[in-house]
């Protein structure tokens, strides 16, 4: 049967499968950090007399604050403990993934994902040790991770677009994808934990990426023409491992100076604003599950589909912006500005409408992510597009790890005094994008042409590709 050169049915599948155990790994472990700490069940009345019950009894309090402490700190040791391995496949994988294919960045990262939910499972169905999740966590991110995938769908798409706004559109719609698919996985998780509780998401998720990995194992087809690669000494994983080093070297060598350091600047503007946004928007679960909200697993799922129409209007906006001709920099302005407001707002955000209201400031945040992926697209030449997007997703990765290990512990120090301050964290944090914007339009460079595919170095670098 001939394939088809369409990734989105895979990311589609992804984040459903994905997002339906996501929100509830924080949920899953706060009841069972309750139940050990306090030796009592957990409460699944509403989120009102939850609250009730919590203020009028200062051991309750107290309890309901280390459960909040024990949570954040869980979640900073899951993710130092399955960075490294991750950020390294992702580098390797993506870079390699120029000469040996983009499925296998693809397919791996899904074999990781199933592990961790099958590792899930198990813990849930026969109340294992908590602590074996990090240990899954672990051991499926050898597999690579989020970033890797990602990084692996983006260059499938960029093989795919020879126009530039045709790029920035289907990177827009892979985005606007995997946060619609996410919503209704989250409204989907409040039923079934209140109807037949944890274990039935985590099956169901299974089941899901076993589908989505036949799918890209049978059917999606490959866009890059696998080579074989002999070195003099005999060894084919010595030529890969040259390959990765020197693909992800001359990507930055063979672009002039002015692209290079145009280069340079998107992707810090990419990292720090990533660093930010991600680093606050973990916390917002924890933060509904505190006093004085204390939302149920319904209302913290409702609250999370709400927030895929961030990703449907940023992908409208995007895809509106391009169409008028608005420059991409202002695009980025925008966005960059959207989580700066809903980020101050959510600080000060105390009862549930304003909770609920906090999204509609933070319509366009998706904007710059797209944008800059497609900019940064541009400026390298079509056979390096593997080699940007490792980088990307590696730094991606590892921002996004390190923001969550900050934030969460800054989270757990700032609980007692100021719940929110990590909020106004992240929006401060913003203005480093927003400087580092301002130089990129000091300069005054044109992003709009694009690269073409440019000569060798020198002769030797054909020959190390060959060799």
Not at 164 to 173: I, W
Not at 302 to 329: H, N, R, W
């Amino acid at each position: 049967m001939k394939g088809l050169f369409l990734v989105e049915p895979v990311v589609a599948l992804y984040a459903f499968s994905s997002f339906l155990i996501f929100p509830l790994v924080q949920q899953y472990v706060y009841r069972r950090l309750w139940q050990e700490l306090t030796n009592t069940p957990y409460p699944i009345s509403d989120n009102a007399s939850r609250c009730a019950e919590n203020n009028s009894s200062s051991n309750q309090s107290s309890y309901h604050e280390e459960v909040q402490r024990q949570a954040s700190l869980f979640s900073l040791y899951t993710e130092l403990f399955s960075t490294i391995p991750s950020l390294v496949v992702t580098l390797l994988l993506v870079a390699y993934s120029d000469r040996g294919g983009r499925k296998v960045t693809i397919i791996m990262p899904l074999f990781g994902t199933l592990i961790y939910t099958l590792a899930f499972l198990a813990v849930s169905y026969f109340e294992l040790n908590i602590y074996l999740i990090i240990v899954a966590s672990l051991f499926s991110s050898m597999f690579g991770g989020f970033g890797t995938f990602l990084g692996g769908c983006f260059s499938y798409i960029a093989d795919l677009c020879e126009d530039g706004r045709q790029k920035t559109l289907r990177m827009a719609g892979v985005d606007m994808m995997i946060g619609l698919l996410s919503g209704m996985a989250a409204i989907s998780t409040g039923y079934f934990v209140r109807a037949a509780g944890f274990n039935w998401p985590f099956l169901t998720s299974a089941l899901c990426q076993c589908l989505n990995l036949l799918f890209a194992i049978f059917i999606l087809e490959e866009t890059v023409t696998k080579t074989t690669t002999i070195i003099s000494d005999g060894s084919p994983q010595g030529s890969a491992v040259k390959q990765i080093i020197y693909g992800v070297y001359y990507m930055f060598a063979r672009a002039s100076r002015k692209s290079r350091n145009l280069l340079v600047l998107l992707i810090l503007i990419f990292i720090s604003f990533s660093f930010a946004y991600m680093g606050g928007s973990s916390l917002i679960t924890l933060y509904e599950l505190n006093k004085p909200l204390c939302w149920s697993a319904i209302l913290i799922g409702y609250g999370t589909a709400l927030s895929t129409t961030m990703f449907l209007a940023s992908f409208v906006g995007v895809s509106a912006f391009t169409y008028f001709g608005v420059p991409q920099l202002l695009i980025v302005l925008m966005g960059i500005l959207s989580v700066i407001s809903g980020m101050v707002l959510l600080a000060f955000a105390k009862t549930t409408f304003l909770m609920f209201m906090v999204r509609v400031p933070m319509l366009l945040s998706i904007m710059p992510f797209p944008v800059l992926r497609s900019m940064t697209s541009k400026i390298i030449s079509k056979s390096d597009q593997g080699a940007l997007f490792a980088c990307l997703s590696f730094l991606e990765s590892l921002t996004t790890n390190v923001s969550v290990a900050v934030f969460n512990s800054v989270y757990a120090v700032t609980l007692a005094w100021y719940p929110g301050f990590t909020f106004l964290l992240a929006a401060g944090l913003c203005v480093i994008p927003l400087l580092v914007l301002g130089v990129v339009c000091l300069t005054g460079v044109d992003v709009g042409e694009e690269v073409r595919d440019q000569e060798p170095l020198f002769q030797g670098e054909e020959d190390l590709v060959e060799d």
